[in-house]
Every structure is written in structure tokens, then in C-alpha cells.
């Protein structure tokens, strides 16, 4: 059983910036190619970013330039640097292992003035 906790959300400005954690309980975790999902109410939840075990890195289009996605394995944790906020970035976040079915609770992040 693998447990995933995120923080780091919040309330934010338009152009502000967030730094999310996804805290993993297992040290396999650094074995999983891990992703950055987001959901606004009303709508499908949708990959944001992704970083494999290696470090390498992808972003949907609606983010690419603005948030950064990293790992620390020895720490079992994944972050999403998010800059540049925009109202549309508003969503519970979440993050997955690539591949299974594990699920934090999210973190809300509310962009707006």
C-alpha cells in the first residue's frame, strides 16, 4: 500500500506562485515515473506534468513554461513549482504514480483577486 499526501496549496493571485509536495509513504516510490494531475469543478481531471524515475520531464500545453516539475527520491517526493498563476490553473491537485491506482487527497489551489 503505497500512501501519497500533498500540500502546499492555497489561495494565490493572478502571476503568483505555489510550490506543491507529494509526500510518498514507500521508498519504491522512486522507482515510478511519477505524475501531476489536476481537477476543476465540473471537469475531467487532467494531467498536468510528469517526471519519470529519471528525471525526465513533460507538461501539457496549458502549463508548459510556467510550472516545473521535480523529484527528490531520497526523500520519497515530488514537487510541482507552479508560476505565473492564472485563474484557469484553479483545481484540486493531485499526484500518481504512473500506472497504479494510488491517490492522495489533493491540495486545492485558487487563483484569484
Known amino acids: 500500500q503505497v500512501q501519497l499526501v500533498e500540500s502546499g496549496g492555497g489561495l494565490v493571485q493572478p502571476g503568483g506562485s505555489l510550490r506543491l509536495s507529494c509526500a510518498a509513504s514507500?521508498?519504491?516510490?522512486?522507482?515510478?515515473?511519477m505524475g501531476w494531475y489536476r481537477q476543476a469543478p465540473g471537469k475531467q481531471r487532467e494531467l498536468v506534468a510528469t517526471i519519470t524515475s529519471a528525471g525526465t520531464t513533460n507538461y501539457a500545453d496549458s502549463v508548459k513554461g510556467r510550472f516545473t516539475v521535480s523529484r527528490d527520491n531520497a526523500k520519497n517526493t515530488v514537487y510541482l513549482q507552479m508560476n505565473s498563476l492564472k485563474p484557469e490553473d484553479t483545481a484540486v491537485y493531485y499526484c500518481?504514480?504512473?500506472?497504479?491506482?494510488?491517490w492522495g487527497q489533493g491540495t486545492q489551489v485558487t487563483v484569484s483577486s
Open positions: 514507500t521508498s519504491i516510490f522512486s522507482i515510478y515515473a
Open positions: 500518481n504514480p504512473k500506472g497504479t491506482a494510488y
